[in-house]
Each structure stands twice: as C-alpha cells, then as structure tokens.
C-alpha cells in the first residue's frame, strides 16, 4: 500500500487520504517523457566522437513532475526551516526537506552551497521515489568544507533519487548507500573526497547515470559488501571517475569489490588518470562500450566469472591493459571486439591457467613489450579467434610460461595455432599506421584498407560497436572496438546524448 505525505512510512495509508498515481514522478525520468537538455563537455585528449558529461555547473534541466502526483518542496539558501518550503517561502537546509518528505515527494535545491550532511529518513517505492533535486538549470552544492561530518549523502532507505546536485570536500566518503534498494543517481557531481560513490552492504538494483566522478583517494566508485550481504544489480550508464589525488597510489575508477556479488553493468561508462581503471570482482557483470586509458596500472582486471567485456577500448595503462587475476575459483571472462592498445608490459595477461580468456575479434596492438601472456604453462585455458596482433616486440607476440614465445611470423605461419589449436582465422598487422586512423593521436578507428576490415566473425558478435554504429557495414564484422562506416548517411544516431 502506498504512503501519502500526510502519513509516516510505517502506517498504513487511510483510506480517506487521497492515493498517490502508482508512476508518478517515474514519468519525469522515463525516456521522452519530459524535455530534458544538458550540456556537455569534452576532455582534452579523448577520442574523438565519443561524447562526455559536463563538468559541475552544467546540469540537467527538465520539466516539472505533473501536478497531483505527490509534494514538491523548496530549499534555498535564504530560507528558513520554520517557513512552508514552498518555491515562495523555502526551507534553509536538505535534511529538514528529507526529514518532511514521503514517497512520491520531490525537493528542489536552488542554486547555492549547503554545508551540511544529509541522511535519508523514510522510503520511496518503486512507482513514486522520493526525489532530492537541484532546482532546474541551477546547481546545489553539499560541500562538507565547514561539516563535523566526515560522509556528504547517506542514503539507507529504498528508492531514494538523487538529481543535478554537487556533492564535493568530505573527508571520508561524497555519497554512501547502504542495503538500500532501487537507488537512482542522475547528472551528478562527486569530487574532493577520499571515496567517491560506495554501495555497500546489501545496496541492490541501483542506476548512476551520466555521473561524474573525480579527484578522490581510494576509489571513484565502489559496490562491495563491506561486511553485510553481498550487493547485486547495479547498472552505471555514461559514468566518469577520473584524476586520483595521490599519484601511485592504488586507487580504482570503478570497484566491484570482493564477495559472491552479481549481476551489474557498466555502460559507455569511462575511467582514466587512477591506478586501475575497472576492478571487477562480481560475477556476471557486462561492460560494454567502456574505455579505460592512462592509468597507473591496468586498464581492465577481471577477477570473476562470467565477465563480458564488449566493444571496449583500453589504451595508455602503464602497465597492462586487460589482466585476468586470479582469485582461487575458475572463471571465464570473455571479450568481444575490443581494441588494446599501447601497453608498455602487457596487452593482455592471463595470471593462472584456471581461469579462462575468450577472445574474438579483437585488436592487441603496440605492446612494448609481450603482447598476450599467459603466466603459466597452459593453453587450454585460452579460446580465441578472428582476432588481429600487432607488438612492437615482433618476437613477444604471445608468450607462455615465459619460456614459449610467438612472433607476429609464428602467428601468420600457423605455429601458434598448431600449439593452442586457436587463432586459426585470426590476422598479423604489421604496422599500426595500417591498423589505425591516427595511433599517435590516438584516433583507433580503423585505417582505410585496415586488415581489421571485415576480418572479424559474425556469430556471437555485438550488433553495434563503441560508437553504436550498427554492425557489420560489410561482409562480415570488423576486428576491434569500431566499425567503419561505408555510408554516413545511412547509420541512425543510437548513441544519443541530447533527447528531446
């Protein structure tokens, strides 16, 4: 039974209190139901095409929730707790409005700084959340700077919906969720903290999207299970952690800590400027479209089963780009068009031969040093083809066991598949100008004439690629993360940003 705001959230409604429409303010964040605009911006040195979320100061703008379908309340910084909370007369602070609202309700932040933590009080439910919101086209900042505090936003309770707000300077965490369920976090910036965004302790089916995340000490965003139950389906779309504050120090992008943790998704989510860019330890989790570059380490760390990594690209990681580590059961993580690309160690590194690599149509391109590596003696482990290799290291192309090396010659000769049985249709590129359109820039769309061009294999393979150009353009799918479009005019536009 719904709870209206004239009742506390453990009584009953009465059955003279006017009844909230189940979908209420869910309308307001359903794709096309309300005009939502917002601005973006782009990193220096990304790649191109692909698009970003603005950085703080640009937010959401959207419509107001139809009327009817729960309270709206008002913050301002010239408020007063004591007044109605109306647009006219506002409430001074986000607890007070958190203190008053139920399910159904949404408060509007106006343009300001709120020195003060906030915890949620009551729950939402599934049809009418309760909505915490910069106003529109203004930005609410929660900055701890003054605060005893030391964690910005606690959310404890379920369908709790936070929008457009800032959340920035805590000492310890800017955004905590703990066992709370159906958790929305839209167009949202976190910074200046030691930890980013933490889901813990049971926190389950919970969506960030298109939120930012930087300039933190320990990890930008991270579900684990923090000595409660394990969390499980979260999904993160259009997501950015980036620029630890401490340089060498271990300090993950996106975290799935350990656990028996299941079932999240990562989604054109990217990472860059920490020590490991994606640190996945949650079986049956999905990224697709994610990129992770520049980071002190690894690009991608797969310690689980089921992962699947698809349409992905990881250049730039100091170290390795995809790294498959072991964590004392078997797993399988499975890659399909993905480009990696300039590792100075590894392009991909295999830590034990009980857990399994699949690999199709992919790149492994300008490795310093080895390209694939396997730490130990053992190919069974290892399923993959229509897949292109490019080392520097011509000699170091595959390596076993540290003692069983590939060239780019042994490759294209077939003594790599006569040993693994595999690779049987996959390619050598000599040259990474060949490969790609600009690898100095880098720019990894595929070159004109590229050997990537149609060498990939059509079953089992992504129907779009990184950019969501619709795959094959050709005969068959391209190696890689991205499709070359034949005809421009004929793609449709699926990796929309801006809906109307």
């Known amino acids: 039974m719904l709870l209206c705001r004239h009742c506390l959230d453990d009584r009953g409604c009465e059955t003279t209190h006017e009844r909230f429409f189940p979908e209420g303010l869910r309308l307001l964040y359903s794709e096309g139901a309300a005009i939502r605009v917002w601005r973006w911006r782009m990193h220096t040195n990304r790649l191109p095409r692909r698009r970003r979320p603005w950085k703080f100061g640009l937010l959401l703008v959207f419509l107001v929730a139809l009327s009817g379908h729960g309270a709206t309340y008002h913050v301002g910084p010239s408020g007063d707790d004591t007044w109605a909370g109306t647009e006219a007369a506002p409430w001074r602070t986000i607890q007070h409005a958190l203190d008053e609202a139920a399910a159904g309700d949404t408060v509007f932040v106006r343009e300001g700084t709120y020195a003060e933590h906030i915890e949620s009080v009551r729950a939402g439910t599934d049809g009418a959340p309760i909505v915490v919101s910069s106003a529109p086209g203004e930005t609410a900042k929660i900055d701890g700077t003054a605060s005893a505090w030391n964690t910005g936003v606690v959310i404890i309770h379920d369908c709790i919906h936070l929008v457009g707000l800032e959340v920035m300077n805590w000492s310890e965490i800017g955004i905590w969720v703990e066992g709370a369920g159906g958790t929305e976090i839209r167009d949202c910036v976190v910074h200046e903290a030691s930890y980013g965004v933490g889901f813990a302790a049971g926190a389950h089916d919970f969506v960030l999207e298109r939120v930012e995340i930087y300039r933190f000490d320990l990890y930008g965003f991270d579900a684990s299970p923090s000595g409660g139950p394990d969390c499980y389906g979260g999904t993160l779309r259009d997501c950015i952690a980036h620029t630890g504050r401490t340089p060498g120090q271990n300090v993950d992008g996106f975290a799935l800590g350990h656990g028996n943790q299941s079932g999240f998704e990562f989604i054109r989510c990217e990472t860059y400027a920490v020590y490991d860019g994606f640190d996945i330890s949650a079986d049956d989790t999905t990224l697709s479209q994610c990129s992770a570059h520049n980071n002190g380490n690894a690009g991608f760390k797969s310690w689980a089963d089921g992962v699947v990594i698809t ?10 780009n995809l790294e498959l580590d072991w964590d004392g059961d078997p797993g399988i993580t499975t890659v399909w068009n993905c480009t990696f690309f300039d590792a100075p ?34 190919t069974p482990n290892y399923v993959g083809n229509h897949n292109v290799f490019h080392n520097r290291n011509v000699g170091r192309a595959i390596v076993v066991g540290y003692t069983d090396e590939f060239s780019l010659a042994d490759i294209e000769a077939g003594t790599w598949t006569g040993y693994s049985g595999q690779d049987g249709s996959s390619l050598v590129a000599s040259s990474e100008t060949l490969l790609f359109a600009d690898p100095a820039a880098p720019d990894l769309h595929l070159a004109v004439g590229s050997p990537a061009l149609d060498a990939g294999t059509n079953v089992g393979a992504p129907a779009i690629d990184f950019d969501g150009t619709p795959r094959p353009q050709g005969p068959a799918h391209d190696c890689g993360a991205y499709e070359q479009v034949i005809d421009a005019s004929a793609i449709p536009r699926l990796r929309q940003y801006v809906s109307s």
């Open 345 to 378: 160690v590894f392009n991909i590194w295999v830590e034990n031969a009980g857990d399994t690599l699949v690999l199709h149509n992919s790149i492994l391109a300008g490795g310093d040093n080895i390209g694939l590596a396997f730490e130990q003696h053992a």
């Open 311 to 320: 349409n992905c690209l990881a250049y730039g990681n100091d170290v390795c």
